[in-house]
């Protein structure tokens, strides 16, 4: 077989048929993918697309994302094989050389997702361990435990925090904070991100999508909390609804629980320059914490919102409002 690797932009004819094969196998759409492998995301990720080839037929597949800003992390995803090349060891040499790759590079923590316990097993055997509360593995470079990891990559998130608008240089960085075990139930009820204290959380590379899907629909906007050391410590998003609605919700890691302020305060602006007159926030009736902190913004409670599905069970909410 044919082995290659190829840096985005990738050549023109190979974008379509690479999002046919991915299409086929993982019976989602990848229509927006086509851009990132067309090379509009070089400026903030380094894009690594592997291949084995049987004469013309693909054989399978796998993709590594490194963050520029952040190259100490990266993310794994688009690991496929079609039936006919399945159990003859393909995605097990194709993650290995991305995984071998990352290493060459410097990396720390290589993250990916599955749901598949086959290919978890695979992965495993690679270097890969399974976080808790998440369909999400992560390769640590050093040896520690993805817990250890964390918590150490958190602690070192020191400096002054930026606000910045939210784009596809987080696309990496997003991973570890939301995969940390939050206290607050509710992280973002716009993205529906929940902590994986009491939620599983199943996306990895999926959930840049999440935040995306705001922009694409022209109907949000989202932002992130950057310290001096260029750690992504916080995430929050606005969505219009109507004309003069806006609703707001975020959270940071609990050691930098100082930037919440600042980036709900971006996510509201936001609104106000587009005519929002009124912000919304949909809280679990048991966070109490964010309750306090988005009373300090002037939110009162408007009565019950919508429930939200928290694991297996339906959990209350509760709706907070703001008028100018």
């Not at 993918?33 to 990720?45: L, M, P, Q």
């Not at 079609?82 to 097990?92: E, L, S």
């Not at 930098?256 to 912000?279: C, F, I, N, S, Y």
Request: aromatic letters at 10%; a negative charge; proline letters at 5%.
């Amino acid at each position: 077989m044919d082995f290659t690797r190829i840096n985005t932009p990738l050549p023109e004819r190979l974008i379509p048929e690479l999002t046919t094969f991915w299409e086929e196998i993982f019976e989602t759409s990848y229509e927006n993918f086509k851009s990132i492998f067309a090379g509009d995301e070089t400026e903030n990720n380094e894009d690594i697309v592997y291949l084995l080839r049987q004469k013309e037929h693909l054989a399978g597949t796998s993709h590594l994302t490194i963050g520029k800003a952040a190259p100490r992390l990266g993310g794994l995803g688009e690991v496929a094989t079609p039936p006919p090349f399945r159990r003859q060891g393909i995605a097990a040499r194709l993650c290995e050389s991305a995984r071998d790759d990352f290493r060459r590079r410097g990396g720390e923590a290589f993250f990916l997702g599955t749901g598949n316990p086959a290919a978890a097993r695979i992965y495993y055997r690679l270097g890969w361990r399974k976080l808790a509360g998440a369909n999400v593995m992560a390769l640590i470079v050093s040896g520690n435990s993805p817990e250890v990891f964390l918590v150490d990559y958190f602690r070192e998130a020191d400096g002054q925090t930026t606000i910045i608008p939210g784009t596809s240089a987080q696309r990496i960085p997003m991973i570890p904070l939301i995969v940390c075990p939050h206290d607050w139930q509710v992280l973002d009820i716009n993205a529906g991100i929940f902590s994986t204290r009491y939620a599983l959380q199943s996306a990895c590379m999926g959930l840049y999508p999440k935040y995306d899907a705001l922009v694409q629909q022209q109907r949000g906007a989202w932002f992130g909390a950057q310290t001096d050391s260029g750690h992504l410590v916080g995430l929050a998003t606005a969505r219009l609804d109507g004309l003069d609605v806006c609703h707001v919700d975020g959270f940071t890691h609990q050691f930098r629980l100082d930037a919440w302020q600042d980036l709900m305060q971006a996510a509201m602006d936001w609104g106000a320059d587009r005519g929002a007159t009124e912000w919304c926030g949909t809280l679990s009736v048991e966070d109490e914490d964010k309750w306090s902190l988005f009373g300090s913004l002037g939110f009162e409670v408007a009565g019950a919102g919508e429930a939200f599905t928290l694991g297996e069970r339906q959990a209350p909410s509760v709706l907070l409002k703001r008028a100018v």
